[in-house]
């Protein structure tokens, strides 16, 4: 499996953990937090650290930050202002007393400078989006203004082969789904091995003939995960609609939003597991590369609507855990909402529950544990 890999010769293996920003907790955040706990020792290296949000979640980590995060802070908050800079400072962290090197990345952190004895691991969730297959919807998406696009435009190419250049320097790739192992090979050339993302399931009986009538969406709000579709179905529709996440769409979308659709920001893990376990089902109106929310509320025995694309075709089965919806125009997610609907008798909680299971933390844990020991 590791053929060409350069061992460390070591008996007592240094291990460095790397990821991209530190600055809101979500999917990438909770594959960086099993990480952590299963190498407490190993120092966090991340580009920009948001110590009040995130203290909480790695409270004994040592976290060491880029020069990056010494800038002002309305800099901070807006990290595409601080493009052109990414690469330097990814290429800044002095890893030079590590043996084993793991990365979580979904854009620049992959492309950290190691010596030759040590071993880069990267766990891709995506190869960098808005540099490859997102490239126009980034550029549509933000607005961009002609005037800007002629300095962007340039940038963006320098960084895509910047990018390139940075995936040569893994030497061994782990992607968090099928999906995202066909891309890393498509624009990096390198093959990989699917390990899915660790899903902190819940256990809970499930209540027989209870049902509960609002549906759920529990996302960063952001426009490349396509909320604005729900929003446009769900005000059609005239049912309830509950959305649980921060983002920088927020105000667009709740100004797009009728009465039935009621925005709760923010939410702490345990009220938002009260509303996965009695809401009626989890909307997923985007693309993922694979989407641990739709683990989470199948956790709880609560049916999927997911667009079908991405790394949801490996995690919900039609007609048994969920539905999908064939295009992102609102008409075809209500037409899916319905069948859902039709369907809903046929859905076994304890049934979706297994399919969750397969999925799970320790799952995860006990794979990286087997790649890092068969490395060293």
Known sequence: ??????????????????????????????????????????????????????????????????????????????????????????????????????????????????????????????????????????????????????????????????????????????????????????????????????????????????????????SRLSPYKKIDLAIEAFNKLELPLIVIGEGSDKKRLEKMADKNIKFLGFQPRGKINQYYKNCYAFIFPGEDDFGITPIEAMSFGKPILAYRKGGVLETVIEGETGEFFDDPIPEILTDGVRRLKNNYSNYNPEKIKKQAAKFSEEIFKEKIKKIVKDIV
């Open 1 to 218: 499996m590791f053929t060409n890999l350069r061992i460390p010769k070591t008996k007592n293996q240094k291990i460095a953990i790397v990821h991209d920003f530190l600055t809101y907790f979500g999917g990438a955040e909770k594959v960086l937090l099993s990480l952590h706990k299963l190498y407490p020792d190993a120092p966090i290296y991340t580009l920009l650290y948001n110590k009040t949000k995130m203290k909480q979640y790695f409270p004994e980590a040592k976290i060491r930050v880029s020069f990056l995060n010494k800038l002002p802070k309305f800099l901070k908050k807006r990290k595409k202002y601080l493009l052109p800079l990414m690469p330097t400072a990814t290429e800044t962290f002095d890893l030079r007393d590590f043996d084993i090197v793991i990365s979580s990345s979904s854009s620049f952190v992959k492309g950290v400078i190691t010596k030759p004895k040590t071993v880069h691991i990267n766990y891709c969730h995506t190869p960098t989006r808005f540099l490859w297959d997102w490239y126009y919807n980034y550029l549509k998406e933000n607005k961009i203004s002609k005037i800007k696009k002629i300095f962007l435009i340039p940038l963006l190419h320098y960084l895509r082969m910047w990018d390139k250049s940075a995936s040569e320097r893994v030497d061994y790739f782990i992607a968090n789904s099928k999906h995202t192992a066909k891309r890393i090979e498509k624009f990096y050339g390198r093959k990989s091995v699917v390990i899915y993302p660790p899903t902190k399931l819940k256990v809970c009986k499930v209540e027989s003939g209870t049902v509960y009538h609002y549906f759920l969406i529990v």
